[in-house]
């Protein structure tokens, strides 16, 4: 049986697509056997035969994994909008099943299978309140949870973290994604008291990085920095 992660944020926009990218591009690059899927993509692109999902696009771009963009996400959405939302303005319904059969036959596959949720935990992906929280718990993954470090990463990260607690999830980890990580810095400090205050452990930083860009496909260098600066070895099994 494979070893599976949820990645999840504080926020829409913090970079989880970037992070997710990173860790599977390390891994594969690693020897490992692992793949990374969106269940659900709003802010969809279109294509040919309909939307395509460019966060899907860039794992397979940054890692080298085989197989298309539609290989590694489920359901997309041209609205830039919450799932649940996207969703009904697109004439689809979201079925949990579909997405958890899917994520289940990956992990039968594959060494690793990293999930990345929409948005933050707390994101419904149906109007009858199943939320990103919700899939997590189903799947029984643990969570690494990704972060601005600035200014207002302690309170936003330390209130993600205590409601993915307060609903019995595990959460193995939280990953700084942004510019700075000169030691010493504010910032490294945040990682410091964001630990204290809820026993997870920081993962590390992932730096910013000049021309990366999801929507264009955009990667060089992340494979690098992203195994050097990130603990993917942390993930149960895998050292």
Request: glycine share 16%; with cysteine; hydrophobic share 45%.
């Amino acid at each position: 049986m494979g070893v599976g992660l949820f990645i999840t944020g504080t926020d829409t926009g913090v970079g989880k697509t970037v992070v997710t990218a990173g860790l599977l591009a390390a891994m594969t690059g690693a020897g490992l056997d692992a793949v990374a899927f969106k269940p659900v993509q709003s802010g969809a692109v279109p294509g040919a035969s309909g939307p395509d999902s460019p966060d899907a696009a860039f794992y397979v771009k940054a890692s080298g994994v085989a197989g298309s963009s539609s290989d590694y996400n489920l359901y997309r959405f041209i609205p830039p909008l919450s799932p649940h939302l996207a969703a009904e303005i697109s004439g689809i319904s979201i079925d949990p099943s579909a997405i958890l059969n899917r994520c289940r036959d990956l992990l039968a596959e594959h060494r690793v299978l990293l999930v990345e949720g929409a948005g933050g935990i707390c994101v419904p992906l149906t109007r009858s309140g199943y939320t990103v929280a919700s899939l997590a718990g189903d799947l029984g993954f643990p969570l690494v949870v990704v972060a601005r470090p600035g200014v207002g990463t302690i309170n936003h990260t330390v209130l993600t973290i205590s409601y993915a607690l307060a609903a019995g999830l595990k959460v193995a980890g939280f990953i700084f994604n942004g510019p700075g990580g000169t030691k010493g810095d504010p910032e490294r400090d945040n990682a410091g008291i964001i630990r204290q205050m809820t026993g997870v452990p920081f993962w590390g930083w992932l730096p910013y990085l000049p021309g990366l860009d999801v929507d264009a496909g955009l990667c060089e260098g992340l494979a690098e920095v992203a195994g050097k600066c990130l603990k993917w070895r942390k993930i149960g099994g895998l050292g």
